[in-house]
Nanobody, 131 residues
Framework: QGELAESGGGLVPAGGSLNLSCTTY??????????AGWFRQAPGKAREGLAC??????????HYSESVKGRFTIARDNTNNILHLQMNSLEPEDTATYTC????????????????????WGQGTQVTVSS
């Protein structure tokens, strides 16, 4: 397990935006070299993969689930070791605990959304969208 810390969650009205951040304090995790992803889990529901980004902060290295495509944007700052998730047009259905994760690979696998390739996980930050 790595030391990952998410921030930026909170309560927001429907249609609003939030920007989540994730950073690492784990010396065993080379932030700039590994694939990163964002996941969420709502009470009573399975974990859902939202976005994945390879080691390069380029559009060709990013992948999104259909549920958030066009609304959420994943990005990484390899200089400052920060992973972002910009969330726009939030809906009550987006209410969940959001977690960042890192794998030991440099690109997203085709099955990234299942989460099996990710080795390091954060504790999560709560996002609540009011109607």
């Amino acid at each position: 397990q790595g030391e990952l810390a998410e921030s930026g969650g909170g309560l927001v009205p429907a249609g609003g935006s939030l920007n989540l951040s994730c950073t690492t304090y784990d010396r065993d995790l080379r932030f700039e070299a590994h694939t990163a992803g964002w996941f969420r889990q709502a009470p009573g529901k399975a974990r859902e993969g939202l976005a994945c980004i390879g080691w390069k902060d380029l559009p060709s290295y990013t992948h999104y689930s259909e549920s958030v495509k066009g609304r959420f944007t994943i990005a990484r700052d390899n200089t400052n070791n920060i992973l972002h998730l910009q969330m726009n047009s939030l809906e009550p259905e987006d209410t969940a605990t959001y977690t960042c994760a890192f794998s030991l690979y440099d690109t997203c696998a085709s099955s990234w959304s299942e989460g099996d390739e990710f080795r390091f996980w954060g504790q999560g930050t709560q996002v609540t969208v009011s109607s």
